[in-house]
């Protein structure tokens, strides 16, 4: 009975350190016991961010090359950026509402991702007539552009289209 009784406690010690190291005095998780991913947001004003566990590094909106900045400005005006972070070949914005730009160095974007629909001003013209002549009703709401000029477009229903760099539509999937 009584090593029963020293297991129980001890089980309750070890069931209390735990909780005391993950959670704050207000039941939150304490900001040591964040993982590498999980960071402080930035705002458009203050935007230095660390990104751990890849290549990315600290980057603010100010060192986005000047055309991305026009973009942000005119596209994405009034939007809380989350975080913004680079490697090597770009840099990538993130909205609160889990949206994301992606540019590259010379500030021209490679990746736009938004739930609720890429901005219209960001598809091409080509891309958003075969869009609405083949899926009518459908959203765009991811365009990569690939590096030989093509561009991969995802649509809210689940399809998945190429187009090579002179628009013409390669392949769509499910």
């Known amino acids: ?27 939150q998780q304490s900001s040591s016991a964040l993982t590498q991913q999980e960071q402080t947001l930035t705002r458009p004003d203050s935007a230095a961010l660390a990104v751990a566990g890849d290549d990315a590094k600290k980057a603010n909106l100010d060192q986005l090359p000047e055309a991305a900045k026009a973009v942000l400005e005119k596209t994405f005006a009034g939007k809380e950026v989350a975080r913004v972070s680079s490697d090597n070949d ?38 958003k007539t075969a869009v609405e002549a083949a ?36 392949k769509v999937s499910d």
Do not use: R
């Open 1 to 27: 009975m009584k090593n029963l009784v020293l297991m129980a406690c001890a089980a309750m010690c070890c069931a209390a350190i735990f909780v005391a190291c993950n959670q704050g005095q207000n039941g």
């Open 135 to 170: 899926f009518a009703g459908a959203t765009i709401v991811k365009l990569d552009k690939n590096d030989d000029g093509g561009y991969e477009v995802k649509l809210n229903n689940g399809k998945e289209i190429d187009f090579d760099s002179a628009f013409k539509q390669l």
């Open 90 to 127: 770009d840099f990538t914005v993130y909205y609160n509402t889990g949206e994301k730009v992606e540019f590259d160095k010379q500030g021209g974007f490679k990746e736009v991702e938004f739930a609720g629909g890429v901005p219209a001003s960001l598809v091409p013209e080509k891309i």
